[in-house]
């Protein structure tokens, strides 16, 4: 079966506790991206990566970083986490023609 | 910078109607279109994608693109109750080696009322 997993699916962590929230796919897309999802904003991309060791920074990549060592994962990190960063994660991946891109579940993330 | 917009509704239509929903986008490099739902606090599902200009139909659902226009619409029929839900219109920019993800308008909440 298709899949994108992310992990945690829950998370509530304090102000500058270092996480990472990991991504994996089963379906040997070349492409994987992050989103984060607010009320009022939408989705929005924080970072893409187009295959291994390629990563470029999205429309809000301030506060994240990303690596791609692997095709099948993409993990989201965040050195120090403040509160505007809580907020619903996605990740996503795609073949390379990028017609149908699957996204995780979600990643629920609260920064107190 | 690439802008995708929708009414954010909400948009109330009647069990069986026509659902109309419209998006407008800035980029005029932009070459693929696609519609997904989204239930709250889930994944988004894609319904459809376009690349050309004219009607794409899929069972209930006809996407609609004018590129002259830099507009997409999205037509549902049969409205159903289980169509409730929030529709995200996003476009596909390629450039150099490739797809540099999706630009999401901020979705319009749809609710079929029975």
């Known amino acids: 079966e298709a899949q994108v997993t992310q992990n945690p699916r829950y998370l509530i962590t304090v102000t500058g506790k270092k996480l990472t929230v990991t991504c994996s796919q089963n379906m040997n897309h070349e492409y994987m991206s992050w989103y984060r999802q607010d009320p009022g904003l939408g989705l929005r991309q924080i970072y893409y990566s187009m295959n291994v060791e390629v990563t470029d920074k999205g429309d809000v990549p301030e506060g994240y970083k990303v690596s791609r060592k692997e095709k099948r994962n993409f993990p989201l990190i965040l050195e120090s986490p403040s509160p505007n960063q809580t907020s619903l994660y996605f990740c996503?991946?795609?073949?390379?023609?990028?017609?149908?891109?699957?996204f995780g579940e979600g990643s629920w993330l609260t920064v107190v | 910078q690439k802008e995708v917009e929708q009414n954010s509704g909400p948009l109330s239509v009647p069990e069986g109607a026509i659902a109309s929903l419209n998006c407008t986008y800035s980029?005029?490099?932009?070459?693929?279109f696609f519609w997904y739902r989204q239930y709250s606090g889930k994944s988004p599902e894609l319904i459809m994608f376009i690349y050309s200009n004219g009607d794409k139909e899929d069972g209930r659902f006809t996407a609609q693109l004018n590129k002259a226009s830099q507009y997409v619409s999205l037509l549902i029929r049969d409205s159903q109750p289980s169509d409730s839900a929030t529709y995200l219109c996003a476009v596909k920019v390629y450039s150099g080696g490739g797809a540099d993800g999706l630009t999401f308008g901020k979705g319009t909440h749809l609710i079929i009322q029975p």
């Open positions: 996503a991946s795609s073949g390379y023609a990028g017609n149908t891109i699957y």
């Open positions: 980029d005029r490099g932009s070459q693929s």
